[in-house]
């Protein structure tokens, strides 16, 4: 099966069924995607898909056919995903960090959508991550931190 | 303060000596102040090579060894801020590893390798300081002989040894300094010296968790590296009865199926094979005639034995003989079973060879998951290596003196005869056990005329922790487990009624407990501070006032309470419809006050802010510090409003985050960290600030609300 991941064509033997998470990580071996709860629960497995964020634990491989799978590998190279990255260094939002490349995903995707997002856009868009170390505050002020600079 | 550490006395340093181009200053540590009892085969073990702390390279890198985990609370950069100020390192040239599962890096209270207690930074304290200002000491003598001068005129600074305008960076001084003889003292600097101590510092451990490339347990990948996934026992402690493996054996990608003692291993090339094939198993367990836990009936249980004399944890006086009460409360708290849930599901990667055994997970507890890998394959203990990876969240879970997750991935790939990296399922996760065990306290406190407890009885009915594990020996002491009766037995309050009695039951059962984020203050947190409120508003007293009253001679417990009271603004106006609740605590040698501003609307429990407080002593880093306030807070609040584990006909109910509910980000309250100035001992931050959180919130609502939350969750009670 043929998938677009990072800008990069990437021929991957696997079934239709699989989930994109198990695909990108056991298949591929790329690792920054997290696996959390395998039911869309807890969003650390987060990617872009076509630009839009999903939850690649319950998406299958099929789904992602002839469109663009995005990771945390791609985020440097995204000026969105730069923003956001940087945001989260200058607030010092990480942990344990296991969340925190689904975290990121949803952020950029939020920002990208939304380039001036509020305190509930925020709660909106970003209850669907958890993070058991509560980063929470920083990631809120890491937020508006990203879209202040990319004003 | 003793400045001067005289290391040869102490017989502190062991050698040093040139590794794989670097300076390795290794030590051995004293073997005196062991408690937990479980180091025997620690101490059979030869020191590894290297071992050491801290490793410069030619290249000017200093490489810090790490001999606790990191799991998000920080140690990854706190511990390198030790070393770096006796160092006069270079910030940017500091990297960090996981050390070994090694003798050198044995906790220096607690006997054994291990991440727990809130204790990294006050057990290290010495030790990684010692480690950096040695170092210092033979790089100025390294530089003192190449360019033939007295060490006197020396000094250090960012990295290199300075002499006027001379300068030799630290890599360039690796190869003498290997040479020479180890000091036999050196002086460690005043705290006035002290450039990182003390001051915010950003993590190390940043840029990789936010680009994907920090290497979890999760992330171990290699040639040949098979997962598995096993199918345990649906009643705890039941036994396989029969398995086919049949159709598992036709899903595409399975490689084979095992038996191991927690139950039936599936090995396939990738995880989503395993899944498949283990929901494709037909299984049978030996439910019949077994004890099946039940929520209902337990809390019946518990509850009578609450009423019932039980183990003396305490005694003082007679609380048969408080006369002159004015009045008494009794009141019965219940707390549930909590699953620590951390976000990194638990996994192990074991990979078997004629040498020995290699294992990479994130633990907690290096040397029981050591020991217990060496036992299973008839090893000694340093044929096993651990290679600590990042741990996605512990909180007590990856700290196991049973070493389950371990075991059982140690067995799987025994079993298979491959390499294999064994992977739990969140539900495997959230059904597996090692719970903070469910607790029932039931105290009846009679108050003089003033509001002044003449006489406190506290009993607590609960399954041990550490009963059945290498450390009972140590930590259970004329029948009474020490982390059972930890915040109740030892409470201020308790002590300063002249007559209480604190008993204990420890409830027999399968279900497997574990110490949950401030183990046993977890529950006496909420049961002590939601009391002492009950009891102020019976004598018609401030919830402040009062127990500043009872605190008076604390001054650490009087020092973060007014401090979070001042900040709050408690006793000034609110928005319409908010109100405080206050609660403080002591837990891990650390003080913690709290002032929460909850709303109560349609039933619904709004947190809108946290004030907190902390007197940990020393703060090493106290944007660390801040950021571990405001994590329990998040930790200690998804526990009270909604989490909760429960059993029926013996089975867990909750299965994923859908069922066992976390805080989110919708319900994230605003928090405001404040430390003590402090030069008090150090004490912990991991865990401290959990244990007020949840009675500071519940006093809240019994101020919006008059209703006193007396179980937890709060979940639908004020529906």
Redesign the interface.
Known sequence: MKLMINGKETELN??ED??IL?AI???A???????????A??G?CTVHLDGQAIRSCVTPVSAAVGKKIT???A??EDKVGQAV?AA??QI??????????GQ?MSATSLLKQNPKPSDAD???A???????????????TAIHEAAAKLA | MNDMINLSRRSFIKSTALVAGGLVVAFSIPQAKRFMGVANAAEAMPLPAPNAFLRIGADDSITVMLAHSEMGQGVWTTLPMLIADELDADWNTIKVEHAPAAPAYIHTAYGIQITGGSSTTWSEFDRYRQAGALTRALLMQAAAKQWNVPVAGLRTENGAVINGSQKLRYGQLVETASQLPTPASVTLKKPEEWKFIGKATKRLDSAEKINGTAKFGQDVQFDGLKIAMVARAPVFGTKLKSVADGDTLKVPGVIKVVKVPTGVAVIAEHYWAAKQGREALKLEWDLAGHDKPDSAALLKQYQALAQQPGVQAAKAGDIASSKQAKQTVTAEYVLPYLSHAPMEPLNCAVKISEQGCDIWTGTQMQTTDQASAAKILSLKPEQVKIHTQFLGGGFGRRANPRADFVSEAVEVAKAAGLPVKTVWSREDDVKGGFYRPMFVHRATVSLDKQGKPLAWQHTLVGQSIIKGTPFEGVMIKDGIDATSVEGVADSPYVKGTANHLVQLHSVQSDVPVLWWRSVGHSHSGFAMESLIDELAHASKQDPLAYRRQLLKDHPRHLAALNLAADKAGWGKPLAKGVFRGIAVHESFGSYVAQVAEVSVKEGEVKVHRVVVAIDCGLAVNPDGVKAQMESSVAYALGAALSSEISFKDGQVVQSNFHDYQVLRMKDMPKVDVHIVASTEKMGGVGEPGVPPLAPAVANAVFAATGKRIRRLPIGDQLA
Request: hydrophobic share 30%; aromatic share 8%.
């Open positions: 696997v079934s699989m989930p198990w990580r056991d298949v071996g790329m690792t920054g995607t997290k696996f959390g709860c395998g039911m629960q807890c650390a990771t945390i590998e985020m440097q990255q989260w260094q010092d939002v990480v942990q344990c960090g296991y969340c925190q490349s990121i925020i709660d909106a970003m209850s669907g991550n958890i993070c058991r170390c509560g980063t929470y505050q920083r990631i809120r």
